[in-house]
């Protein structure tokens, strides 16, 4: 556990301090100029298709991403070309990628997979004690098989080897589909490796063996059964956090899906996870906070995330996406927003979602850089004490000398973010920050004698603070990880962590003197893409939930007495009873022409509006797909349902596109469901296309909503119709409390 000797300042060393900060040299100019701006879809020049994305920092300072096997382009799908095996690009700003080549071919695939058939999907590519591991999914020699193989190399852009077994094999009649790996290390250095997708097993957990190359011991569920895949884990502070998508992945064919992400967290890798209500992921009615989803714009099937940091400390995702104007090609592009952490839970611009106009591009320029790429890169830093130099291979520089101090000719923003990759294999290898002078410097030691990361703090030439987090055991300081620092105000927060971006395997924060400093390097130790960046400034508020505004009672209904306004589409089905409207589900759905469920349908207002109702709906004894609840209707392909349906062995809340007898693939996953529970469908028109926009709200008291997934009717559809459905399977009864429509 860390521990932290409190910070005390001498007078005397203040006003050294003092003195020497008037004598600073002024902040520098960037040494490139940062990108503006970018646009959704990513990499349209080189690859149109890039789905279930795989993403790492890399030892060089840029940004790999790898995808499922793809045929990249549109023109190469048009013309029959290959596919591509996991195909790898790389950016130096999250903006502009170049295409490096496909992992694997016919030299160099897994001897134990099925070659070429399927290819492979969901690569997950860590950094782990100087190799970077490519874990992967494979097919099996049956239509549903997989299991997860790994490829190693000493570079993120290959040669890959497979290790020649899977780390985890495809097992018979499993109900754990053994595909999406992610790994992660703890920070006991402990590996795990995630997997699963939507069958009933859900998706599971296992430790792996130390060398990450087989699995040790039994799986464990984290997310329930039919409810997700796409794992990606980080940490953050105390809480494990497990992002996951949902339903909508690739397929349908009312515009590609929703495929929203959701997040649980829990105090243990293993979890068990919770959303922000207090439901576990894993329950019959299985939680999900949502952190993004369809909202109504060009993008849809917005899933499969992963994350990232940029060099101030701002945090990113990237999924891929559908273009639903031409989702029936299906190449799932790569798209990029901003991810915000707001009251301890994470959320995609704030709870706008994914962009599909121009957004702020991330921060990759900084204020002081260097790679080291040869020796003229040092005339831009200073050496205090003992002796720097390029390495002889290049693209980093070393000191031998424990006394050996190198700093930055010109110092950052008074509230700054710097990272760098540090390694040692003689000492202690230190990154320097709020660097005041020779006397006054803060140090971030990864420190092999005493097995920690470790900062010490001196002003007046005195070491006046020391803290340490103790580092596991078999830590590999003679490997390089990447060591970060931010500092707003007076207090600043150090992690080490295998790459950046990657989950903190040591963390402390300290109280330093404010003011902008210098940075760099110190001690007997090797270091490498040192940068200084002004740190981000965090986003603190989501988008307020729209507004419900005043009662239509001509819309409405309390079911005290009948209602001619109703229609039933069929044979009358539900009666009154006590104020509730009382419903049995019904066998049959909306899919097929000659065998219809009845709906009860009432005219919708003009305008925008917010119809509500509070359904209780026990699926305890109930078949197939039972469920009721509200539903938006032009004709009965041109309609949405918002209903918490029953899948398999678990209830879930969704809004349901078109006249599917199934929520797979395209109903989208809302907020927690219960026996009881409230449902609104908002309207809105979307202003460019004149499309009807329904975005769906659930709540478990009717005063917290969560506000879910938009989905869309088209502009000429009408005239639009309100009301409710009870079908899908048998077994259960609906009782409907209310139908009230607000004026929005």
């Known amino acids: 556990m860390p521990r932290t000797v409190s910070f005390r300042l001498i007078l005397a060393g203040l006003v050294a301090l003092l003195i020497a900060v008037a004598g600073l040299p002024p ?29 790492i920092r890399a030892k060089d300072g840029a940004w790999y991403s790898y995808a499922t096997n793809t045929s990249l382009t549109r023109e190469n799908a048009d013309n029959g070309g290959p596919q591509h095996l996991i195909p790898m690009v790389r950016s130096t700003d999250l903006v502009h990628w170049e295409f490096l080549g496909d992992a694997f071919s016919a030299e160099n695939h897994p001897e134990w997979a099925p070659w070429p058939q399927k290819g492979y999907w969901a690569p997950d590519v860590r950094y782990v004690d100087g190799q970077y591991y490519m874990y992967y999914s494979a097919p099996s020699s049956t239509p549903l098989g997989a299991a997860i193989g790994l490829a190693i190399s000493d570079s993120p852009a ?18 754990v ?40 011991g039994t799986s464990q569920q984290v997310v329930a059964g039919e409810r997700g895949e796409g794992a990606w884990v980080t940490k953050r502070g105390p809480w494990y956090y497990l992002f996951y998508s949902g339903y909508g992945c690739c397929i349908g064919n009312v515009g590609g899906g929703g495929y929203p992400v959701l997040v649980g967290r829990s105090t243990s890798p293993t979890g068990p996870f919770v959303d922000e209500n ?34 101030s400390g701002q945090q990113w995702n990237l ?54 790429d040869d020796a003229a890169a040092l ?109 707003r105000g007076d207090r600043a927060t150090i992690q080490v962590a295998p790459a950046l971006g990657d989950n903190p395997l040591g963390e ?39 507004h419900v505004g005043k009662l239509l009672p001509a819309f409405s209904d309390e079911f005290t007495a009948a209602d001619s306004q109703w229609q039933w589409t069929g044979a009358n ?60 209707w032009a004709s009965r392909t041109q309609s949405l349902q918002l209903a918490p349906t029953r899948t398999g062995a678990v209830q879930q809340s969704f809004l349901w596109p078109g006249a599917d007898a199934t929520p797979w693939a395209e109903a989208i996953q809302l907020g927690p469901s219960a026996d009881t529970m409230w449902l609104r469908l908002r309207h809105t028109t979307q202003p460019t296309t004149g499309e009807h926009l329904f975005q769906a709200a659930t709540s478990l008291d009717g005063r917290h909503w969560q506000w879910g997934s938009y989905w869309y009717l088209p502009a000429d559809a009408g005239p639009l119709k309100l009301g409710l459905i009870s079908m899908g399977g048998t077994g259960t009864t609906a009782r409907f409390d209310y139908v009230r429509t607000y004026q929005s």
Do not use: C
């Not at 290959?158 to 495809?170: E, L, M, N, T």
């Not at 714009?297 to 917005?302: R, V």
């Not at 915000?340 to 990759?364: E, F, H, L, N, Y």
């Not at 009845?598 to 509006?609: H, I, S």
């Open 158 to 175: 290959g040669p890959w080897k497979d290790i020649g077994h899977p780390v985890v094999d495809f097992v018979a009649d499993s109900e």
């Open 573 to 632: 089905q539900g009666h009154l009873e006590n104020g509730q409207l009382v419903w049995d589900t019904q066998a049959t759905d909306l899919s097929k022409e000659d065998n219809l469920a009845t709906v009860l349908l009432r005219d919708a207002p003009q305008g925008d509006y917010t119809v509500e109702t509070r359904l209780s709906l026990p699926f305890q004894g109930s078949t197939g797909n039972a469920r009721a609840g509200l539903i938006a």
């Open 27 to 55: 902040v520098s100019a960037a040494p490139a100029q940062p990108v503006a701006g970018h646009s959704n879809p990513l990499m349209s020049d080189i690859a149109q298709a890039f789905s279930d994305v795989g993403l």
């Open 379 to 487: 005339t831009d830093w200073r050496t205090v004490a003992g002796e720097w130099k390029d390495a002889s291979s290049g693209g980093y520089v070393e000191s031998t000398e424990a006394s050996s101090l190198l700093v930055s000719r010109t110092n950052g923003p008074a509230d700054y973010r710097v990272e760098a990759d540090l390694r040692t294999s003689a000492g202690k290898a230190g990154l320097v920050f709020a660097y005041h002078s020779p006397r006054n410097y803060s140090v971030a030691w990864l420190d092999p004698e005493r097995g920690s990361l470790r900062v010490e703090q001196r002003v007046g030439g005195k070491l006046v603070s020391s803290s340490e987090s103790v580092l596991y055991k078999g830590f590999r300081y003679d490997t390089w990880h990447s060591v970060s620092v931010e500092v």
């Open 278 to 311: 207090g439901v576990s992921l894993t329950a019959a009615r299985p939680g999900g906070t949502i952190v993004n989803s369809f909202n109504g714009n060009s993008l849809s099937a917005t899933g499969h995330n992963a994350v990232t940091v940029d060099r």
């Open 177 to 216: 589909m053994e595909i999406d790996p992610m790994m992660f290390i703890d920070e006991d250095g402990t590996k795990y490796l995630y997997y699963g997708s939507f069958r009933r097993g859900g998706m599971h957990v296992v430790r792996l063996a130390p060398d990450g190359r087989s699995t040790v």
């Open 319 to 372: 999924v891929n996406s559908d273009i639903r104007a031409d989702h029936t090609w299906g190449g799932r592009p790569q798209s990029m927003d901003r991810l915000d952490w707001i009251g301890g839970w994470p959320t995609v611009r704030a709870g706008q979602w994914t962009s599909d106009q121009p957004q702020p591009a991330p921060a990759t320029a900084a204020s002081v850089s260097s790679s080291f």
């Open 508 to 546: 402390l924060t300290v109280r330093v003197l404010a003011g902008p400093a210098q940075v760099g390097l110190a001690g007997a130790a090797q270091g490498d893409n040192i940068a200084m960046t002004k740190l981000y400034q965090p986003v603190t508020r989501k988008v307020p939930d729209p």
